[in-house]
C-alpha cells in the first residue's frame, strides 16, 4: 500500500480499460488450480486484470516496476504477480515460500509489503500463529520486492490474543512515524473489530509505541465487521479506506472515514464509496483495497471481485477521480 500522500493527476490512462479486490477472515480457497492470467480483454469496464483467484491485493512500485501481492493460493503461500502498466500482469514464484515451524501452513492471507528504506522490503503478512492459534501478524524481510521474503523473528509481530488475533496489515507513513495498521480479527469470536494503527521501528522489524484505535463496525451496510485498512495522508486530512461486512457475497463493499489526526474524531462516509450496487455489478463484493499512482501519474484503487459464478476473487485495477478527500471511481457513485 501507499506511503504517505497520494499525488492527485490526470487520468490520461486507458481509463475505461481498468477495473478493482480485499481481504477477510476465513477467506476460502479458489476453485481454479491454474497460474492466473492477464485476460484477453481488459477494454471492457469491469473486466478484471488478472482472471483468476488473487484475493487482498496490494501493490508495491519499485523503479517503474508495480508488484502485487496476494492472499495464498495456487500453492503458494503469497501470490505474486508484476506489471509495468497496471493491465498486462506476470505471474512470479511465491513471494513467501517457507514459513517457520510456529506458523501453521494454509492460510496466509493479505500481504503487505513495504520499502524500508532503498533496496531493504519488509512484508507484513497474515498468518495462524501455533500458540495461540489464532490468525496473528507477522514480518518477513527480502532486499529485492519479488523475494523471496524470509520471516523475521520467533513469534508474530502483532498477537493479541483477547482481541481475537489480528489480521490485514498495511502501512503508512505519518507524522514522519511508519505506522502499521491492522484489524483486531474480533468477528472471529463476537468480538468487536476495530482498525488499529501501531508505530514501527525504523527497520520495521518492532512495535515501538501504544496502538491507537481508530474506527469499529458501527453502520448497517458494514454488518459484524470492519478490516482491510489503506491509510492515506492527504496533508490537512487523514483518509481511511476499509472494506466491511461478509467477504463471501455481494454485501462486502469499501468504505472511506477522515480525520485530521489519528485520534480522531473520524468521520464516515454513510454509505460505500464502491459496492456492486453502486457499480451496477460490475464488480461482485468488492474489497481488499489499495491506492496506487499510475505510470501516468493518476491515482488507481487496486482491489479484488467475485467472479460471475462467485468461485473466485479477481484482480481489478480502476482509477479513481476525488470528490475533497474521498476517492471514488468514475462509475460508482456514492448515496447517502
Not at 474506527?215 to 476499509?242: F, K, S
Not at 491506492?291 to 468461485?311: E, I, K, R, S
Amino acid at each position: 500500500m501507499r506511503l504517505g500522500t497520494v499525488g492527485v493527476a490526470g487520468m490520461a490512462l486507458v481509463v475505461a480499460a481498468l477495473g478493482l479486490s480485499g481481504c477477510s477472515a476465513d477467506s476460502p480457497q479458489s476453485a481454479t488450480s491454474t497460474d492466473p492470467q492477464p485476460p484477453a480483454d481488459t477494454t471492457g469496464t469491469g473486466a478484471a486484470v488478472l482472471d483468476a483467484n488473487f484475493a487482498d491485493p496490494d501493490v508495491l512500485e519499485v523503479d517503474g516496476v508495480y508488484y502485487a501481492y496476494a492472499t495464498n493460493d495456487n500453492n503458494r503461500n503469497v501470490q505474486l504477480a508484476s506489471s509495468t502498466d497496471l493491465l498486462e500482469w506476470t505471474v512470479l514464484p511465491d513471494a513467501l515460500p517457507d514459513l517457520p515451524s510456529w506458523i501453521i501452513p494454509g492460510k496466509t492471507w493479505a500481504p503487505e509489503v513495504t520499502e524500508i528504506t532503498p533496496g531493504s522490503f519488509a512484508m507484513y503478512f497474515t498468518a495462524t500463529n501455533f500458540q495461540p492459534t489464532l490468525q496473528c501478524i507477522g514480518v518477513a524481510t527480502a532486499t529485492d520486492p519479488a523475494g523471496p521474503f524470509t520471516v523475521q523473528g520467533d513469534k508474530m509481530l502483532i498477537c493479541p490474543a483477547d482481541e481475537g488475533g489480528a489480521i490485514d496489515a498495511s502501512t503508512a507513513m505519518i507524522d514522519g512515524t511508519l505506522q502499521l495498521l491492522w484489524k483486531n480479527d474480533g468477528n472471529c469470536c463476537s468480538l468487536d473489530t476495530w482498525l488499529q494503527a501501531t508505530p514501527l521501528s525504523a527497520d520495521g522489524l518492532s512495535t515501538a509505541g501504544g496502538t491507537t484505535k481508530l474506527i469499529m463496525q458501527t453502520e448497517e451496510w458494514e454488518g459484524d465487521l470492519v478490516e482491510a485498512p489503506t491509510l492515506v495522508d492527504r496533508g490537512d486530512q487523514l483518509v481511511l479506506l476499509y472494506s466491511a461486512n461478509a467477504y463471501s457475497d455481494d454485501r462486502y463493499a469499501v468504505g472511506a472515514a477522515t480525520a485530521p489526526t489519528l485520534g480522531g474524531p473520524w468521520l464516515k462516509e454513510p454509505a460505500p464509496i464502491l459496492s456492486t450496487e453502486n457499480s451496477d455489478g460490475a464488480y461482485r463484493g468488492p474489497g481488499g483495497q489499495d491506492l496506487v499512482v499510475g505510470p501516468d501519474g493518476a491515482d488507481y484503487l487496486a482491489f479484488h471481485g467475485w467472479d460471475a459464478n462467485y468461485t473466485y476473487r479477481a484482480l481489478y485495477v480502476a482509477p479513481v477521480e476525488w470528490d475533497g478527500d474521498i476517492p471514488q471511481l468514475a462509475n460508482a457513485a456514492s448515496t447517502p
